[in-house]
Nanobody
Framework: QVQLVESGGGSVQAGDSLRLSCAAS????????LGWFRQAPGKDRELLAA????????YPVDSVQGRFTISRDNAENTVYLQMNSLKPEDTATYYC?????????????WGLGTQVTVSS
């Protein structure tokens, strides 16, 4: 069983930066593909960024490309989401997810989320 714990959320002003962290345990971290999702009230959950166990990175959402960067540190069992130039529309609960598949369509393991609030 994989446990995921997000941290780093908070309340910031538009234009600020945040770095989210997600610490994983329960399985060899380097075997995991990881993703960062977010969900705003009344909206569907969306995949923002993904990194496979082969370090292949994708950013499916156009609105975060060039502003958000996913990275992983296998020695620290942690995946990060660096978020720059934050906008009020980035306000949401952010979740990390993990799976042993290289490019999972559905992730098997989820964290509880961390809140990000961006004010104008």
């Amino acid at each position: 069983q994989v446990q995921l714990v997000e941290s780093g959320g908070g309340s910031v002003q538009a234009g600020d930066s945040l770095r989210l962290s997600c610490a994983a345990s329960g399985l060899t971290f380097s075997w995991l593909s990881l993703g960062w999702f977010r969900q705003a009230p009344g909206k569907d959950r969306e995949l923002l960024a993904a990194i496979s166990w082969r370090d292949e990175v994708t950013y499916p959402v156009d609105s975060v490309q060039g502003r958000f960067t996913i990275s992983r540190d296998n020695a620290e069992n942690t995946v990060y989401l660096q978020m720059n130039s934050l906008k009020p529309e980035d306000t949401a609960t952010y979740y990390c997810a993990a799976d042993v598949k290289r490019n999972p369509e559905r992730y098997a393991y989820w964290g509880l989320g961390t809140q990000v609030t961006v004010s104008s």
